[in-house]
Structure formats: structure tokens, C-alpha cells
């Protein structure tokens, strides 16, 4: 997995100070594959099915740190980490199609509404 992902950012010049990967179809037993040089990287995995599995790599100087979310239909972390003067935090999840997406939104509501903070950043998220 690692390999594609270097080879994306060299051929996209893109310089990405957080890297999400959802569906990465790891296992706990096997992440100590997954490597980026200059990234400290993060695994997730809950065998919700086949598919399941999130990696986040995070540039080291970032001093990240991650936790589990509590998110009801879903495989999810909070990431917290050092931009500039101030601690963000950044969700990775990853929910099925075949979880109940009434429940996940409920959940994942009451998670942010909990996390007391303004500085939470959005990203694009499948609902399919």
C-alpha cells in the first residue's frame, strides 16, 4: 500500500502534511508493513468486515497523536495534532454502506458535540 501511495505523491507533486486511507483491508497483524519515510503512521482496524481498515499517516513534525472513537457503525480516530500555534484535530472514519447510517449519524454527532472544540476540520466523507 505504501509504495502506491509514494509513488501518487512524487508523480502529483503534492505535499500533504496528513495522508487518511480508508478501506485499506489491513489486519492488526500485519501493519508493521505500511511505512512512509518522514510520517508517523497510525492504524485502525475493527473487522467490522473484509473492507475494513484505516491508516493515517501524519508527518512526524506534526507531533500527532491518535485515540479510538467511540462511533456507533463505524471504524474511527481522532487524530490531534501541532499546526502552528494551535492543537487540531482531524476524524478518520470509516463506516460501511451496510452499517445504519441513522445510527452513525446520531453517533458521530453526539461524538463531535462532546469534543468541545472549534477546531475541528471537515473532510469529504462517502455516505453511499
Not at 8 to 21: G, P, Q, R, W
Not at 98 to 114: G, K, R, T, V, W
Not at 118 to 123: A, D, H, M, P
Request: glycine content about 4%; hydrophobic content about 35%.
Amino acid at each position: 500500500m505504501d509504495l502506491w501511495i509514494l509513488i501518487f505523491l512524487e508523480a502529483t507533486k503534492l505535499n500533504c502534511d496528513v495522508i487518511i486511507l480508508t478501506e485499506t483491508w489491513h489486519s492488526n497483524n500485519d501493519t508493521s508493513n505500511f511505512s512512509i519515510p518522514s510520517y508517523d503512521s497510525f492504524f485502525s482496524y475493527r473487522k467490522i468486515n473484509k473492507c475494513d481498515g484505516v491508516a493515517i499517516y501524519v508527518r512526524s513534525c506534526l507531533n500527532a497523536r491518535v485515540s479510538p472513537a467511540d462511533i456507533k457503525g463505524a471504524n474511527a480516530s481522532l487524530l490531534t495534532f501541532d499546526h502552528g500555534q494551535k492543537n487540531k484535530r482531524l476524524l478518520a472514519i470509516y463506516r460501511p454502506p451496510s452499517e445504519n447510517e441513522m445510527i452513525f449519524n446520531q453517533s458521530l454527532a453526539n461524538y463531535i458535540d462532546n469534543l468541545n472544540s472549534n477546531e475541528i476540520i471537515k473532510g469529504p466523507s462517502d455516505s453511499s
